[in-house]
Nanobody, 120 residues
Framework: QVQLVESGGGLVQAGGSLRLSCAASGRTFANYNMAWFRRAPGKERESVASLSWNGDSTHYADSVRGRFTISRDAIKKTLFLQMNSLKPEDTAVYYC?????????????WGQGTQVTVSS
């Protein structure tokens, strides 16, 4: 597994932007598929955006497509989520995750999360 630490959350007005970062430990960061999930109050955790290990493939939830961008810096071992045109419904705890075990379904390493609050 890998240790993941998110940062960059905060309070922002609707229409504003935030950039989340996820710093990863370990020597094989570049080999991992990674993603951002979020959990809003009273709702289940949902996938927001994902990025393949080689950067060739990205996927976005319909609710954020065109507003959010996932990216990574392999040298700095950091995953990013650029969030623009934020809406109150984007309010949630955002989690960074990585798939470090190819034979195990799903993502197996999770950060502690960072709170994003969008005021109307």
């Amino acid at each position: 597994q890998v240790q993941l630490v998110e940062s960059g959350g905060g309070l922002v007005q609707a229409g504003g932007s935030l950039r989340l970062s996820c710093a990863a430990s370990g020597r094989t960061f570049a080999n991992y598929n990674m993603a951002w999930f979020r959990r809003a109050p009273g709702k289940e955790r949902e996938s927001v955006a994902s990025l393949s290990w080689n950067g060739d493939s990205t996927h976005y939830a319909d609710s954020v497509r065109g507003r959010f961008t996932i990216s990574r810096d392999a040298i700095k071992k950091t995953l990013f989520l650029q969030m623009n045109s934020l809406k109150p419904e984007d309010t949630a705890v955002y989690y960074c995750t990585a798939k470090t075990r190819p034979t195990v379904p799903g993502y197996d390493s999770w950060g502690q999360g960072t709170q994003v609050t969008v005021s109307s």
